[in-house]
């Protein structure tokens, strides 16, 4: 048995609670350290306590919180409330504003640096001249770091959570997943909540403790030994057994119950004797429901309203607040205060407290029962003049509009300014679901004529991340207001074809700017339009005329120098575009520069993070990785900064991870697009961020000779039963092609790539350094017809060379290598390793050395073939290409050479031979007059630049402008 004060000044029992008690002891053990003063961190851990209202739930945290102190713990506490489920982030103030209430906005951009600007609106804090608009995964990473700084600085910490099932769905969100890391931090989490009221969507949260090894506790109702004990030391040690028997059995052993049913007996002077069991019965009546009603009413006209008013407030109730909304005066507030506490109803003021403090009831059934108790038309108009106290008193919009989403509508200005206010606030929180129902109840007010599309426009735009299908109706509905300027209707169209591409349905959003592009008036509006027509066609995979939208495309981008964004994204647009028809990379490259002027920001919410995305990808394919990484470095920055860390974000990691990949640094690239992978998870299942993801990862292990870890990965997520309808890279049915291959199965391979052909070939897709399915093909018909299987490579080759990148030549002529046969064979690997060389991928070089080795020895050139396989399993060990390695290794044993001392330097900074050899190729020496400066061979020289191609990443024309930087300074002159 131990005693707790469930509020200030009281003191109650803890019965029967031991087997708890025993747990929270020993986590505090492990929290705080085995021995008194130890230096070394605790193990954090989780406790959960769930149980029906009444059963002692906040009675065992204040334990905890009491225990905790003792201990010398930071203890941090919040409450959920039953009116403030609905107030963004509610728990998450209570849990961080106490650690932060002091300080100025200096020290809070101090303490949480680069979050500030993204966390501060979350969690209370006032962020100046920020344009920031989260999205709700950056600001959970951001209070991620927060509380895990917190935890480490002032360790032991211990977060406490009461009724978890009223929490607000952000916080609950929050901390449902940051709950797992707990354990590896000196934390202790305790969270106590109702079961039969947890939200639908909390299921998670419900499983908390499951996900830790343990079920939460689930406390039972006392018996009726507990309940005698509770009665006796209230009323006394003569209190009678029948008695007692009769308290257990009226309060079903709740604890809430019984305290207060002996609290009455005491009050009211009753002996506990067996002949005042009928008393005992009525007065527990009287402890809840209407019989708490009763109690209340009997206190009088102005204490009930009293009482009402603070209801309605919730956590914002303060006795001058409470009297505004009820209307009572002064005098009247004070003696309503004063016997709603002896009526324990109000809980006592804590010791030292002002006059206008916060008002708290004495327990939320109580809080519950006096709200349900208002009559409803009376509680509707109370909300209301509540929401006119807050506003007035300053505590914001947000506050103010929890009391106006209660209100009827009533075509009130003031309402929809509150609430659009309100929405605001809570997109810079990162609440958009929040910021929808305020706007969804400011359309229903509703608003003025002219303000009507404005509104349907930021519903719209609050709800494209969760519901972007019914955002389409909002603003198709906005796109038909009669009033509506040309400015607002070109952001809603942009918007709705988002929403439109968002929901899949990529032939309409085409269609809509299509439609919005034919009747501007204005030529900078109908060029956008164009742009964003462009764009999204680009992305259908069901497009039926891709060859005229080209033959547009390129003819309207012949025209444009690139003065605007519009031009600037459509001449991106036509850069991807030529780069995935196979154009010669000159081509794609000018303009991609084109389209780059003075670099194309990812965060821009008026144009997208699409064509900057596309421009990037264009330089990788383009064989120059490395200015790819510089723009997806740069791009991911601004994400962050702004706190766009869910699809954005995971596209980012990804894809350059798909950089490294195509670079040949896989160990990298799998950590990357892993990455990547984890937050397309957190975003949600079957989405885009996923498709691209799973099919990166799998080209990775695939090249690291992980075929089971790929197919497994292809079935977990049963990627290659379902066909993405829209466009993806690399393109999903070819990657499962390849899975296929590596696993065996040709004929299923061979079909699904007839399929891709048939798909891509009518579209002009014709690039094999974009799509190799060609490629593909040629090896998984190899066995059942040789000859098809050779004209595909060549037709592949054929295709690379008018692309004209040394990589694509380089992986072409390798893949025709592998159905060719004798001295063909021989020849086309020599090639490959020819134009492979002069590329930044390394991977492929490595490959097309080992098969070169391999043909070499088969050839009966041993010595020839030593040099390439020693040659390719350094750059297989460098790309972390375990398999490969492991078969030059096999190779070299065969022809009785160990391999020599490996290089491992592809990563490495240029050397200062590296360095004054890339000023040279840059300032145009020739290889051989390299060579004759530097006293060696050709072959030296053709070395030593691979080295450099792939530690720069880029060939030899983007050599120019990135060996500047590499070098810290301009290329030497060649003369």
């Not at 050139?861 to 492991?886: N, Y």
């Amino acid at each position: 048995m131990a005693y707790t004060g469930d509020r200030p000044g009281q003191r109650r029992l803890l019965l029967e609670r031991d087997v708890e008690l025993a747990a929270l002891d020993a986590l505090l053990t492990e929290l705080s350290g085995a021995a008194t003063g130890s230096a070394t961190p605790g193990t954090g851990g989780l406790l959960a306590v769930a149980g029906p209202a009444g059963l002692g739930k906040t009675s065992l945290l204040t334990e905890v919180r009491r225990r905790a102190v003792t201990r010398g713990c930071t203890v941090l506490f919040a409450r959920g409330g039953e009116q403030e489920q609905g107030v963004a982030f509610h728990v998450v103030r209570q849990l961080v504003q106490p650690t932060l209430a002091a300080g100025t906005e200096k020290e809070h951009r101090e303490i949480l640096g680069s979050w500030y600007d993204i966390v501060a609106p979350a969690v209370g804090l006032v962020a100046q001249n920020s344009d920031a608009s989260p999205d709700p995964q950056g600001v959970r990473d951001g209070l991620d770091w927060i509380v895990t700084r917190f935890a480490v600085q002032r360790a032991p910490l211990v977060v406490v959570l009461d009724d978890a099932h009223w929490a607000d769905a952000e916080s609950l969100a929050w901390l449902t997943g940051f709950a797992p890391r707990v354990t590896e931090l000196p934390m202790l989490l305790v969270v106590a909540y109702r079961p039969d009221e947890l939200p639908v969507d909390a299921a998670g949260f419900g499983r908390l403790a499951e996900r830790h090894g343990s079920r939460p506790f689930d406390l039972v109702p006392l018996t009726p030994g507990a309940v005698s004990r509770i009665v006796r030391d209230t009323v006394g040690e003569e209190a009678d057994e029948a008695f007692c028997r009769e308290a257990w059995a009226v309060t079903g052993g709740n604890p809430f119950e019984a305290v207060e049913l002996a609290a009455k007996v005491a009050d009211r002077g009753l002996k506990p004797q067996v002949v005042h069991v009928p008393e005992l019965r009525e007065l527990a009546s009287a402890v809840k429901g209407s019989g708490l009603v009763e109690r209340l009413e009997r206190l009088g006209t102005s204490t009930v309203r009293f009482a009402w008013s603070a209801a309605v407030l919730g956590a914002e109730a303060s006795r001058r607040l409470a009297a505004s909304v009820g209307g009572l005066g002064e005098a009247e507030s004070v003696d309503a205060v004063a016997g709603l506490r002896e009526a324990r109803i109000l809980a006592d003021a804590a010791p030292g407290a002002s006059d206008n403090e916060a008002l708290e009831f004495f327990h939320p059934l109580v809080a519950t029962a006096v709200y349900r108790a208002i009559p409803a038309a009376f509680r509707v108009a109370m909300h209301g003049q509540a929401a006119a106290v807050v506003a007035g008193a300053g505590l914001g919009a947000t506050t103010t509009a929890r009391h106006l989403l209660e209100m009827h509508p009533e075509s009130d200005p003031w309402a929809v300014q509150q609430l659009r206010h309100a929405a605001r606030e809570y997109i810079r929180a990162g609440a958009p679901e929040a910021a929808r129902r305020c706007l969804a109840r400011a359309l229903r007010e509703p608003p003025a004529l002219d303000e009507r599309a404005d509104v349907l426009f930021e519903l719209g735009c609050a709800a494209l991340l969760t519901e972007p299908a019914t955002t389409v109706n909002h603003l198709r509905a906005a796109l038909e207001e009669p009033v509506l300027d040309p400015a607002m209707r070109e952001a809603i169209t942009y918007r709705l074809a988002q929403a439109l591409g968002h929901s899949d349905r990529m032939a309409e959003a085409a269609e809509s700017v299509a439609e919005a592009a034919r009747g501007a008036t204005d030529a900078r509006t109908r060029l956008r339009m164009q742009a964003e027509q462009f764009m999204w066609n680009a992305f259908r995979a069901d497009e039926q005329d891709s060859p005229a939208r080209s033959r547009r495309l390129a003819r309207l981008a012949e025209h444009l120098t690139g003065r605007s964004m519009a031009e600037r994204y459509i001449l991106g647009l036509r850069a991807w575009d030529a780069m995935v028809r196979g154009e010669p990379a000159t081509t794609a490259l000018h303009y991609a520069e084109e389209a780059l002027g003075e670099g194309l920001s990812w965060t821009d919410e008026q144009w997208g993070f699409e064509v900057p995305v596309l421009v990037a990808l264009t330089f990788m394919y383009c064989d120059q990785p490395g200015r790819a990484e510089e723009l997806f470095n740069r791009g991911i920055a601004e994400c962050e900064k702004k706190g766009w860390r869910g699809a954005h974000l995971s596209f980012g990691f990804t894809l350059l991870g798909y950089i490294r990949y195509r670079r040949g640094r896989l160990d990298e690239a799998e950590s990357l697009v892993r990455g990547g992978l984890r937050i397309a998870d957190r975003v949600g299942h079957q989405v885009p961020a996923q498709y691209f993801a799973i099919g990166i990862l799998i080209e990775i292990l695939l090249a690291r000779g992980r075929i089971q870890d790929a197919h497994e990965l292809a079935t977990t997520y049963s990627y290659g039963t379902i066909v993405p309808s829209a466009v993806v890279y690399p393109d999903s049915q070819t990657v499962y092609s390849e899975l296929l291959l590596a696993l065996g199965m040709r004929r299923e391979a061979e079909r699904q790539l007839i399929q891709v052909g048939e798909r891509l070939e009518p579209r002009g897709m014709r690039n094999p350094a974009w799509c190799p399915w060609q490629l593909h093909l040629s090896q998984a018909v190899e066995a059942s017809d040789p000859e098809r299987a050779l004209e595909l490579a060549s037709e592949g080759v054929r295709r690379a060379h008018q692309f004209g990148t040394q990589s694509a030549i380089g992986q072409a002529l390798l893949a025709k290598a592998a159905v060719a046969h004798g001295t063909e064979q021989v020849a086309l690997l020599a090639e490959a390793v020819e134009h492979l060389e002069r590329s930044p991928a390394g991977y492929d070089l490595a490959c097309a050395l080992v098969d070169h080795g391999v043909a070499l020895r088969r050839a009966g050139l041993p010595q020839q073939a030593v040099e390439q396989l020693h040659r390719g399993l350094e750059d297989a060990v460098q790309c972390g290409a375990d398999a490969l390695a492991s078969r030059a290794r096999d190779e070299l044993d065969a022809v009785g050479m160990w391999p020599l001392q490996l290089r491992t330097a592809a990563t490495e900074p240029l050397t200062a031979q590296e360095r004054t050899v890339a000023e040279w190729a840059a300032g145009g020496w020739t290889n051989a007059r390299i060579a004759e400066e530097l006293g060696t061979q050709d072959a030296v020289v053709t070395r030593l630049l691979s080295d450099i191609y792939r530690k720069v990443g880029s060939d030899h024309a983007g050599l120019t402008r990135l060996i500047g930087r590499q070098t810290g300074g301009p290329p030497a002159s060649s003369d």
